[in-house]
């Protein structure tokens, strides 16, 4: 039984650039939800999608982030015209429902230079 | 909003009883998670309480008293893998079930 999938691990871009994260959720959830974890802080929470509905999107900034879950294929968080403080671990969380424990993604560290 | 809180950093030996609290601050409370995460690794769940009481599986034990808005993480004999940040989240009750983490305690288990 696969757990959360994220890919790619690591992703480098320039600033200006678009930046694409891909999770794939735990077999049978499905509800993902999207952190984003700086150095040394905490997971802040940015959004709670359930197939192809954002049920929460309180966390996420208005302008550049972008989050979907289609019907068929990965849950994706677009981050367009990357800046420098974009840089952090992004982390996929999955669950089978709403009352039901996040079990997490390896993360995907974005580095913008 | 809800405001958790817990100590940035802990010590302890290995073989030894180690107590990470967690109090939080929030209306509509409907469950209290627990994580570990080592240094650059992924959260990995530990427990979870919704009702008063401890709930123990193996070497840990959470413990939750609603009323004082209050948790601990228990750890027993301690091992030098235990070494890690230990992750307090709270779901609120909304139709968003999202969780909202503290900001980790980082425990160091010496020999």
Redesign the interface.
């Known amino acids: 039984n696969a757990g959360v999938m994220q890919n790619p691990r690591h992703l480098v871009r320039r600033r200006g650039q678009e930046a694409r994260l891909r999770c794939s959720p735990m077999k049978g959830h499905s509800?993902v939800?999207w952190?984003r974890q700086l150095p040394e802080?905490?997971?802040?929470?940015m959004v709670?999608l359930q197939k192809e509905n954002i049920?929460?999107e309180?966390?996420m900034p208005k302008e550049r982030f972008s989050a979907e879950f289609p019907k068929e294929g990965p849950s994706i968080l677009r981050i367009q015209q990357v800046v420098r403080g974009d840089s952090a671990a992004y982390?996929c969380a999955s669950s089978a429902g709403?009352?039901e424990?996040?079990?997490?993604?390896?993360?995907t560290r974005l580095l913008v230079l | 909003g809800q405001n958790i809180d817990q100590p940035t950093e802990m010590t302890a030996t290995e073989g030894a009883i180690v107590q990470i609290n967690c109090t939080y601050q929030t209306s509509g409370f409907n469950g209290l998670f627990w994580y570990q995460q080592h240094a650059g690794e992924a959260p990995t769940f530990l427990s979870y309480n919704v009702l008063d009481g401890l709930e123990e599986k193996g070497r840990f034990s959470s413990f939750l008293s609603r009323s004082k808005g209050y948790s601990y993480l228990l750890l027993k004999e301690l091992q030098m893998k235990d070494s890690a940040s230990y992750l307090c989240a709270v779901r609120v009750n909304t139709n968003a079930g999202k969780s909202t983490f503290g900001d980790g305690t980082t425990l160091t288990v010496k020999p």
């Open positions: 509800h939800y952190y802080e905490g997971l802040k929470f709670y049920i929460d309180s966390g982390f709403r009352e424990p996040q079990y997490f993604g390896p993360g």
